[in-house]
């Protein structure tokens, strides 16, 4: 685990991004497993500036979005097809055959689903998976209770999910209730992981996902067993960790001793 604390929002967007060039420079075709939400959004930026003004090439990149609204046509302007189309693919050069995101107006959801695993499997795994965490500790759309086995899967949202996601609609009842969602199984398949947070409203749970028991009722917790997990906070977002001090100890002196992290 490697926490990387920055000062703010904008630093940690840079951060994520130069770790995601160095990886492409090594494996130019990586496999990206991708978030919505505001979170990435400074990631997102990022990667488009340096494409358009460092030439990052995503011709041979692949990528699989965590999840997406039951319910929703792609061209929903809520719809994650649209958000990652809009802030990201449109912006650079990513074959658009090559970026997939749920269906979730197809006929068969649970196939949906299990073809998504399959596709997944077949690319060869997800190399880096982007997360970002809800104010319950969720990641994707595994909510609070959810298996911590799960795969990819049609997951009801709940009320504070719902809550959250409202600020995006026109109103509270416009939110889905359903979503298709890689499950915590599929996202810990990921080679590396890397959790992105920022702001004093997700300190608490920030603190109890990576200091706290490993449990369902924060499923953001289960990636304290991930061999290669990164979480990139800014200092509000980092405010409420015990053991803050050393985690920026590491992160100074990391570079002394080849692989060192906590």
């Given at each position: 685990m490697e926490v990387i604390v920055r000062k703010t929002y904008e630093d940690i967007s840079r951060e994520g991004a130069k770790i995601i060039r160095k990886k492409m420079a090594k494996k130019p075709d990586l496999i990206l497993g991708l978030a919505t939400g505001s979170t990435p959004l400074g990631l997102y930026k990022e990667l488009v500036r340096m494409h358009k003004e460092e030439e990052l090439d995503f011709s041979q990149v692949k990528s699989f979005n965590l999840d997406e609204y039951v319910g929703l046509v792609p061209d929903h302007p809520q719809s994650y097809r649209y958000f990652m189309n809009e802030n990201?693919?449109?912006?650079?050069?990513?074959?658009?055959?090559?970026?997939?995101?749920?269906?979730?107006?197809?006929?068969?959801?649970?196939?949906?689903?299990?073809?998504?695993?399959e596709e997944i499997r077949k690319a060869g795994g997800i190399d880096i998976q982007v997360l970002g965490?809800?104010?319950?500790?969720?990641i994707a759309f595994n909510e609070?209770?959810?298996?911590?086995?799960?795969?990819?899967?049609?997951?009801?949202?709940?009320?504070?999910?719902?809550?959250?996601?409202?600020?995006?609609?026109?109103?509270?009842?416009?939110?889905?209730?359903f979503a298709l969602t890689m499950g915590i199984g599929s996202i810990m398949d990921s080679r590396s992981i890397f959790l992105f947070a920022d702001g004093e409203r997700k300190g608490d749970v920030i603190a109890v996902?990576?200091?706290?028991?490993?449990?369902?009722?924060?499923?953001?917790?289960?990636?304290q067993m991930h061999p290669r997990v990164t979480y990139l906070l800014d200092?509000?977002?980092?405010?409420?960790?015990?053991?803050?001090?050393?985690?920026?100890?590491?992160?100074?002196?990391?570079?002394?001793?080849?692989?060192?992290?906590t």
């Open positions: 990201l693919f449109d912006h650079i050069n990513i074959k658009k055959e090559n970026t997939r995101v749920p269906d979730g107006m197809a006929n068969d959801l649970e196939a949906e689903c299990l073809q998504y695993e965490i809800g104010s319950d500790g969720h609070p209770g959810s298996s911590l086995g799960s795969r990819t899967r049609i997951k009801t949202l709940t009320k504070q999910t719902i809550e959250d996601n409202s600020r995006f609609f026109e109103k509270e009842k416009d939110v889905p209730r996902a990576i200091e706290g028991p490993i449990t369902a009722d924060i499923t953001a917790s289960i990636l200092e509000a977002a980092a405010s409420k960790l015990k053991r803050r001090d050393y985690y920026r100890w590491v992160d100074e002196n990391k570079a002394k001793v080849k692989g060192a992290t």
